[in-house]
């Protein structure tokens, strides 16, 4: 099994920056597409960005793309986003998942990925 855990969120204000981190153990593979969603209160879970191994090749939601910067360690294991000018509407748990469906053809939905991080919360004052 694998196991993610975000640390990293916490209460900024609007322009404000915060680095999340997800670390990743049990048996993780180097191919696997790694990514960060997030949730609102009353809204679906959405797509935040993913990053993937070859390249590494990484890609963003419309909302983040610009501001948001995603990165791996596959050394330690390690997931990142760094998220830049951030706003009230950025206010949401965030979490990293995994996926080893590497070939799919559309890694921005939630439901391709096999594991989750429980979360943490990022809160934007304005």
């Known amino acids: 099994q694998v196991q993610l855990a975000e640390s990293g969120g916490g209460l900024v204000q609007a322009g404000g920056s915060l680095r999340l981190s997800c670390t990743i153990s049990g048996r993780v593979y180097p191919s696997y597409t790694l990514a960060w969603f997030r949730q609102a209160p009353g809204q679906e879970r959405d797509f935040v960005a993913a990053i993937e191994e070859i390249g590494p090749r990484s890609y963003y939601g419309d909302s983040v793309k610009g501001r948001f910067t995603i990165s791996r360690d596959n050394a330690k294991n390690t997931l990142n986003l760094q998220m830049d000018s951030l706003t009230p509407e950025d206010t949401a748990v965030y979490y990293c998942?995994?996926?080893?469906?590497?070939?799919?053809?559309?890694?921005?939905?939630?439901?391709?990925?096999?594991?989750w991080g429980q979360g943490t919360q990022v809160t934007v004052s304005s």
């Open positions: 998942a995994a996926t080893a469906k590497t070939f799919h053809p559309n890694k921005r939905l939630s439901s391709v990925y096999d594991f």
